[in-house]
T-cell receptor, first 113, second 116 residues
Framework: KQEVTQIPAALSVPEGENLVLNCSFT??????LQWFRQDPGKGLTSLLL?????REQTSGRLNASLDKSSGRSTLYIAASQPGDSATYLC????????????FGAGTILRVKS | DAGVIQSPRHEVTEMGQEVTLRCKLI?????LFWYRQTMMRGLELLIY????????DSGMPEDRFSAKMPNASFSTLKIQPSEPRDSAVYFC??????????????FGEGSRLTVL
């Protein structure tokens, strides 16, 4: 059974810091990994999708890497801003388990101004 | 594109009542996923469809829950009878393809259900 773990569970940083969110998964047989952002009371917004054949994806100040063999992904946020405050979730789509997207519990990020 | 559209956004009902949640997929998408989110359990996949066919409903809690896709762009999730422990935010998500697809998943804004 695929299990996804996100560390840390919560993070509070001052504005302007570069930060890294971690995601690990137990089964490396995956099709892709997706990072989402969720604001309070809102749905999930897709940030980055990394296919299993890719090593990283970038969008603006966000960079996500994938090391499939070690079962790890990181989301790097450069020059953090108060508007980045949200819960960040990673999700893995496996080649088994009915191709379900399995979610981690998320990292709650607070960027202080 | 309008994105995944869910209704109602909020529903408050009494125990024993029937609840119907609705979802409209993004145009052109053919995979539909229903998730439930609670503080205790996080995001749980309830059921997903590919090309209108239910592929995996192992996450559906019990027989009180049922989901349908009457057509390629619309789905309903029904709870009958509802219980207080069903209180949660229910999300619908869609993507293009499944079963080996590399499709990105897009979520609706969710339906917040409170059962008194």
């Amino acid at each position: 059974k695929q299990e996804v773990t996100q560390i840390p569970a919560a993070l509070s940083v001052p504005e302007g810091e570069n930060l890294v969110l971690n995601c690990s998964f137990t089964d490396s047989a995956i099709y892709n990994l997706q990072w989402f952002r969720q604001d309070p009371g809102k749905g999930l917004t897709s940030l980055l999708l990394i296919q299993s054949s890719q090593r990283e994806q970038t969008s603006g100040r966000l960079n996500a890497s994938l090391d499939k063999s070690s079962g790890r992904s990181t989301l790097y946020i450069a020059a953090s801003q108060p508007g980045d405050s949200a819960t960040y979730l990673c999700a893995v789509r496996g080649t088994e388990y009915g191709n379900k997207l399995v979610f981690g519990a998320g990292t709650i990020l607070r960027v202080k101004s | 594109d309008a994105g995944v559209i869910q209704s109602p956004r909020h529903e408050v009902t009494e125990m024993g009542q029937e609840v119907t949640l609705r979802c409209k997929l993004i145009s052109g998408h053919n995979s539909l996923f229903w998730y439930r989110q609670t503080m205790m359990r996080g995001l749980e996949l309830l059921i997903y469809f590919n090309n209108n066919v239910p592929i995996d409903d192992s996450g559906m809690p019990e027989d009180r829950f049922s989901a349908k896709m009457p057509n390629a762009s619309f789905s309903t999730l029904k709870i009958q009878p509802s219980e207080p422990r069903d209180s949660a935010v229910y999300f619908c998500a869609s993507s293009l393809g499944a079963g080996g697809s590399t499709g990105e998943l897009f979520f609706g804004e969710g339906s917040r259900l409170t059962v008194l």
